[in-house]
């Protein structure tokens, strides 16, 4: 092979492999492809580091917990510190539960709001579910480290929250974090660690609060 032949071969692997980068490792260039990246998503484990900044605060509010996610709509959304706390959804029904002198006792729970509205739309968003959001109006940015923001489209919603950012990660699947910011300029971050993605949850684990150990 000559050189304007070795030329003519290079030229192709090297804008495919620039495409790559500029994709996000696979994410690709809308929020269809998007959707597209996660359809092969069966079920989503990971631990996350929650901060909470307040405006009336002087330091940020930590907590740490667990995420599990089994397609298409069960979800385990637990508190391990400061205050043991479970969110289960499972076949349609949402319970909440609170670890009280030893036991879980059904309960409200002191969730934030901002706790509320994630927990309420990460099955949709893990299912890459940002196009038919009647909730949110997305917009992909950044295609060199992929997000998406989030804009509330109702007035009431938008009087609260300004704007939820989701941060993808290297792998198709995968969210590195959620960055929500409210009107009042407080901030609540999630970090998505250990992230583990198509292994298989048993049904429990959505239904049995105390199954999970921290």
Not at 67 to 87: A, H, K, M, N, T
Not at 107 to 132: H, K, N, Y
Request: one cysteine or more; proline letters at 6%; hydrophobic letters at 40%.
């Amino acid at each position: 092979m000559n050189g304007s032949q070795r030329r003519r071969v290079a030229l192709p692997v090297l804008a495919a492999a620039a495409a790559c980068l500029l994709t996000g490792a696979g994410w690709g260039t809308d929020l269809r492809d998007v959707r597209a990246a996660m359809s092969n998503l069966t079920s989503v484990s990971a631990d996350f580091v929650q901060t909470r900044t307040l405006r009336i605060l002087d330091g940020p509010l930590e907590s740490k917990g667990r995420l599990r996610f089994r397609y298409p709509g069960d979800l385990r959304w637990e508190y391990f510190s400061p205050i043991r706390q479970v969110l289960l959804m499972h076949d349609g029904s949402v319970k909440r539960y609170s670890l009280q002198d030893g036991r879980f006792s059904q309960t409200p729970g002191a969730w934030s709001e901002g706790a509320r509205v994630v927990m309420r739309r990460i099955a949709s968003w893990l299912r890459g579910s940002f196009e038919d959001d009647a909730v949110f109006k997305a917009l992909l940015t950044n295609p060199k480290q992929p997000a998406i923001e989030l804009v509330p489209r109702d007035d009431n919603l938008k009087k609260r929250i300004k704007l939820i950012t989701i941060h993808l990660g290297d792998l198709p699947g995968v969210i590195r974090r959620i960055v929500m910011v409210e009107r009042d300029g407080s901030t609540t971050e999630w970090k998505f660690l250990n992230t583990h993605i198509n292994e298989r949850i048993p049904d429990g684990v959505f239904v049995n609060p105390g199954l999970v150990q921290p």
